[in-house]
Nanobody, 119 residues
Framework: VQLVESGGGLVQAGGSLRLSCAAS????????MGWYRQAPGKQRELVAV????????NYSDSVKGRFTISRDNAKNTMYLQMNSLKPEDTAVYYC?????????????WGQGTQVTVSS
């Protein structure tokens, strides 16, 4: 599975961005996808996830109500709509896809896209 993110950039506080993650390869095996982010000097953290089967979503408390994760299975693409952006949302955002092989979880990662929110 290969993942390519796009849509990052520079935006003022209060603005919006939409990130995209296009998946290719053995996409039929993907059980779920998600967005993570990593700010300078901090650990990578979960932003939002969505299951492949029925689209169950989950968000971190820091983005709940502001960000929306979605997917278009026909296009093998996942999205993250980010509204009411804050300077603390500044980070590199990574797309993640995973599949289960027996009891083993396999993760695939994109290269990341920079999101910078100015105050």
């Amino acid at each position: 599975v290969q993942l390519v993110e796009s849509g990052g950039g520079l935006v003022q506080a209060g603005g919006s961005l939409r990130l995209s993650c296009a998946a290719s390869g053995s996409t039929f095996s993907i059980n779920g996808m998600g967005w993570y982010r990593q700010a300078p000097g901090k650990q990578r953290e979960l932003v939002a996830v969505i299951s492949s089967a029925i689209g169950i979503t989950n968000y971190s408390d820091s983005v709940k109500g502001r960000f929306t994760i979605s997917r278009d299975n026909a296009k093998n693409t996942m999205y993250l709509q980010m509204n009411s952006l804050k300077p603390e949302d500044t980070a590199v955002y990574y797309c993640d896809a995973w599949e289960w092989g027996g009891r083993t979880k396999y993760d695939y990662w994109g290269q990341g896209t920079q999101v910078t929110v100015s105050s």
